[in-house]
């Protein structure tokens, strides 16, 4: 397993609020996710002759440049009174894992969903994007969409929405893999694209 386990605390409690309907009656939700993490399953399976890993240093998880937020609209006025909902990220973690010639990537992502003016309680679909790019040649190496549930309550006026990605393999590089590819999430407009290349600074 990578020695980037992911963002802490924080995320653990947005997405045990998503995911706890994963664990059965009285199952810790914290460690509901853990395992969905190190197993991809709610519960650890029985214990088995363990497989030969790599240690990786997992690359960053980042908000594509103006898709953090996303809004729906009532009809064609775009303005303030007209919103529907408006869906915002919170937390975001990753997970890397590497196995013979494939580097397989997780993406923990948490949120919000705010009702407008125009709006109300109901159930939604939270359009999300997952981006794997290449380093080299800024191009993607993967490219996950995602329709995450989430529902207002009756009398409420807001709700979070969570989301653990199915493993995404692409080919391993190097031990340093966060040199050879960045993790990028934002919401879906129906065009999701590798971000411009930035310059940022190394995180562990």
């Given at each position: 397993?990578?020695?980037?386990?992911?963002m802490?605390?924080?995320?653990?409690?947005?997405?045990?609020?998503?995911?706890?309907?994963?664990?059965?009656?009285?199952?810790?939700?914290?460690?509901?996710?853990?395992?969905?993490?190190?197993?991809?399953?709610?519960?650890?399976?029985p214990?088995?002759?363990?497989?030969?890993?790599?240690?990786?240093?997992?690359?960053?998880?980042?908000?594509?440049?103006?898709?953090?937020?996303?809004?729906?609209?009532?009809?064609?006025?775009?303005?303030?009174?007209?919103?529907?909902?408006?869906?915002?990220?919170?937390?975001?973690?990753?997970?890397?894992?590497?196995?013979?010639?494939?580097?397989?990537?997780?993406?923990?992502?948490?949120?919000?969903?705010?009702?407008?003016?125009?709006?109300?309680?109901?159930?939604?679909?939270?359009?999300?994007?997952?981006?794997?790019?290449?380093?080299?040649?800024?191009?993607?190496?993967?490219?996950?969409?995602?329709?995450?549930?989430?529902?207002?309550?009756?009398?409420?006026?807001?709700?979070?929405?969570?989301?653990?990605?199915?493993?995404?393999?692409?080919?391993?590089?190097?031990?340093?893999?966060?040199?050879?590819?960045?993790?990028?999430?934002g919401?879906?407009?129906?065009?999701?694209?590798?971000?411009?290349?930035?310059?940022?600074?190394?995180?562990?």
């Amino acid at each position: 397993m990578s020695r980037n386990a992911g963002m802490g605390g924080a995320l653990v409690v947005a997405l045990a609020m998503g995911l706890g309907g994963c664990a059965g009656k009285g199952e810790d939700a914290g460690n509901a996710l853990g395992n969905i993490f190190a197993y991809n399953s709610t519960k650890a399976p029985p214990i088995a002759q363990s497989r030969k890993t790599i240690d990786v240093v997992c690359p960053v998880v980042q908000v594509v440049d103006g898709k953090a937020a996303y809004r729906i609209y009532a009809g064609s006025d775009k303005t303030n009174t007209a919103v529907k909902q408006q869906y915002s990220m919170g937390e975001l973690s990753r997970d890397c894992s590497a196995e013979d010639a494939n580097l397989t990537i997780r993406v923990g992502i948490s949120g919000y969903v705010q009702a407008g003016p125009a709006g109300g309680p109901g159930s939604f679909d939270v359009p999300v994007s997952v981006i794997v790019r290449r380093e080299a040649d800024q191009q993607p190496a993967a490219i996950k969409t995602y329709r995450i549930a989430a529902t207002i309550a009756p009398g409420e006026t807001s709700t979070t929405f969570a989301l653990v990605t199915e493993p995404i393999a692409v080919p391993y590089i190097h031990e340093e893999a966060d040199d050879d590819y960045s993790i990028y999430v934002g919401f879906d407009d129906g065009k999701p694209e590798a971000p411009r290349k930035i310059t940022r600074k190394r995180q562990r």
